[in-house]
């Protein structure tokens, strides 16, 4: 889900992020990973964005991974092979704070061969970096603040400025999704409007996501059970091993409260919340 939001940011906004990251507002393009007649090595995270004279290599990630480097040299390599003049900027940005060393690599090296890319951990970024434009507003909760919960007031006050009401509930939602990471959402909720996010194109996808799998695995193995495992799915990811009591409850379930409760889910947080949905049930 991170993963899906700051392509979207990247590629809704891509003069705000060749200004923080190029240091001038270029205008860059979508570039499709089959324009480099390989096959990426993980869609879902891979950003390339371009110019005439420019490539931008975008890499977000929560946790730091020990197949990162290889992926930066891999991909200079791709596009080397395609645009042969072009320079490449290639940054990975972590969006939360970690003491593993590998935020610190920098190198992919290789006998004699070494390559460099950046890194951006953005818990060392300072805030005001962020809340200069509509597309990085999201990141700002995640910078270098001594108080995340005013810095999102902040953010909240800069969206609700922006005039275009898309766009607005666009930067809403990613900013109520990534501030995730670091808020409760019980707080984020308090400060961020929640019907300017119902508007959004972001928030509804998100929403129907779990609607549209359900319908694909119902159509192979029956509506009721895919709905019922994707719903599990999605549980173990948002607030972790679900126990067998209330495993027992969801078998339980109709297709029309599972479906209540792919909805529910968005807004739980740890397992409690999980039990309050099935106690409002009763």
Known sequence: MFDNICKFLAETFPTDFATWLLGEPIT????????LSLEP???????????????????????????????LIDYRLRVYRRFPHKRMRQVVIYLQPTTSDRVQQTTFVLESTRHEFEVIRLWEQPTRAFLQAPGLLPFAVLSQTSDRISTLQQVAQE????????????????????????????????????????????????????????????????????????????????????????????????????????????????????????????
Not at 28 to 35: A, G, N, Y
Not at 43 to 57: G, R, T, W
């Open 159 to 282: 969206i609700d400025q922006i005039a275009d009401s898309r766009l607005q509930g666009n930067v809403a939602a990613s900013t109520f999704i990534l501030a995730g990471l670091l808020l409760e959402q019980e707080v984020i909720q308090q400060v961020l409007r929640r019907d300017v996010m119902q508007e959004s194109v972001t928030y509804q996808a998100i929403k129907a996501e779990g609607r549209q799998e359900g319908r694909q695995e119902g159509r192979q193995e029956g509506r009721q059970e895919g709905e019922r495992s994707l719903v599990l799915r999605l549980l173990t990811r948002r607030v972790g091993e679900i126990p067998e009591t209330l495993r027992s409850h969801i078998e339980t379930l109709s297709l029309e409260q599972l479906e209540n409760l792919g909805e529910a889910l968005l807004d739980f947080k740890t397992i409690v919340d999980l039990e309050v949905w099935f106690r409002a049930l009763n």
């Open 41 to 71: 090595i993980r869609a879902d995270a891979l950003i390339l964005l371009q110019s005439d004279q420019v490539v931008l290599h975008l890499e977000f990630q929560t946790q730091p991974k020990p197949d990162i480097p290889f992926r």
């Open 28 to 35: 860059l393009t979508e570039l499709s990973p089959s324009e």
